[in-house]
Nanobody, 120 residues
């Protein structure tokens, strides 16, 4: 079992930036970020494969968010720029236990989430 711990959430004004981090307790392959706004279903945000070469983004965040990882630290990051009030949500880190395509929807491990609030 791999534990995922997110950090970096907070309150920011529209147009601002935040960087989320997620540390894994063990080896993971694809790592991704999801978010869930109040009253809405959880949605995919971004994912990255083990090597960091392949990344995948939801259309709603393309050009504003950047995912990266540091395997030496078992950590994945989500740099969020030009934040909008619609980005307000709990952000969850997820990871796979197998080397699958970065577009996978089958994640094995989930973090507890970190709140991101963007004020207008």
């Amino acid at each position: 079992q791999v534990l995922l711990v997110e950090s970096g959430g907070g309150l920011v004004q529209a147009g601002g930036s935040l960087r989320l981090s997620c540390v894994a307790s063990g080896r993971t392959y694809v790592m991704g970020w999801f978010r869930q706004a109040a009253g809405k279903e959880r949605e995919f945000v971004s994912a990255i494969n083990w090597s960091g070469i392949s990344t995948y983004y939801a259309d709603s965040v393309k050009g504003r968010f950047t995912i990266s990882r540091d395997n030496a630290k078992n950590t994945v990051y989500l740099q969020m720029n030009s934040l909008k009030p619609d980005d307000t949500a709990v952000y969850y880190c997820a990871a796979t236990s197998a080397n699958v395509p970065v577009s996978t929807t089958r994640y094995n491990y989930w973090g507890q989430g970190t709140q991101v609030t963007v004020s207008s």
